[in-house]
C-alpha cells in the first residue's frame, strides 16, 4: 500500500491517500474524490484539470459578477443624469417664470 499526494480539486488542501482505495474525501472540506483505475499521474492530471476548471468557473462567476456591477453602474449613471436634467428644467422653469412675473409683474 503506498499513500498518494494528491490536491483537493475543491478546497486545494494537500490529502495523503491510500492508492489501494478507489475513493476518498476530503479531510478538510468533505469533498469526494474518484479515483477508480488512475494510476498516479491520471490521478494528478485529473486534479489538475478539475482544479483548472474550478478555478476558471471561478473567473468565470467572477466575470459575470463584474459585468453585473457594470451594468447597474450604468443604470445608475444614466438614472442620475435624467435626474439632473429633469432639477435643470425645472430649475430653467422656475427662473423663467421669476423673470416674467419680474418683467410684467
Ligand atoms: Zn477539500
Redesign the pocket.
Known amino acids: 500500500m503506498n499513500l498518494i499526494k494528491l490536491e483537493?480539486?475543491?478546497?486545494?488542501?494537500m490529502?495523503n491517500v491510500e492508492d489501494t482505495l478507489n475513493t476518498c474525501f476530503?479531510?478538510?472540506?468533505?469533498?469526494k474524490?474518484m479515483m477508480s483505475g488512475m494510476s498516479k499521474d491520471e490521478l494528478d492530471a485529473k486534479v489538475k484539470s478539475e482544479g483548472i476548471n474550478k478555478a476558471y468557473r471561478y473567473f468565470e462567476k467572477k466575470l459575470d459578477h463584474k459585468h453585473e456591477i457594470d451594468l447597474m453602474r450604468e443604470e445608475m449613471y444614466k438614472k442620475q443624469e435624467q435626474d439632473s436634467w429633469k432639477v435643470g428644467l425645472i430649475l430653467f422653469v422656475l427662473i423663467t417664470i421669476c423673470m416674467l412675473i419680474l418683467k410684467f409683474g
Not at 483537493?8 to 488542501?13: E, M, V
Not at 476530503?26 to 469533498?31: A, P
Request: aromatic share 8%; with cysteine.
Open positions: 483537493c480539486p475543491n478546497c486545494g488542501s490529502l476530503c479531510t478538510y472540506c468533505g469533498t474524490i
